[in-house]
């Protein structure tokens, strides 16, 4: 199992920008094939919106293309998630999760975006 702690999350206007922050917390990280943020709106799936694999090739929801940029830092352990022109349907709960070349994985605890109109 892997820790990994989001933050980050807030309130912002139609419009505004945040960036969310997911710390993993494991001496591999170059070990994790896969990073990916992930958001549950109220009375929806959780869906993917964007991931990171250890080369640096990332990929995107449709709906977030062009506003969101995911981006890791090897020497510090943590994946970003910048998010620009947010609108109010980018409310949700974002998650990272983490997925290693040697079969460990994890799930964060959440953090809380409210895009208000």
């Known amino acids: 199992q892997v820790q990994l702690v989001e933050s980050g999350g807030g309130l912002a206007q139609t419009g505004g920008s945040l960036r969310l922050s997911c710390a993993v917390y494991?001496?591999?990280?170059?070990?994790?094939?896969?990073i990916r943020w992930y958001r549950q709106a109220p009375g929806k799936q959780r869906e993917l919106v964007a991931g990171?694999?250890?080369?640096?090739?990332?990929n995107y929801e449709d709906s977030v293309k062009g506003r969101f940029t995911i981006s890791r830092d090897n020497a510090n352990n943590t994946v970003y998630l910048q998010m620009n022109s947010l609108k109010p349907e980018d409310t949700a709960v974002y998650y990272c999760?983490?997925?290693?070349?040697?079969?460990?994985?994890?799930w964060g605890q959440g953090t809380q975006v409210t895009v208000s109109s």
């Open positions: 990171i694999t250890s080369g640096g090739s990332t």
């Open positions: 999760a983490a997925e290693s070349y040697d079969g460990r994985s994890g």
């Open positions: 494991d001496k591999l990280f170059i070990m994790f094939k896969y």
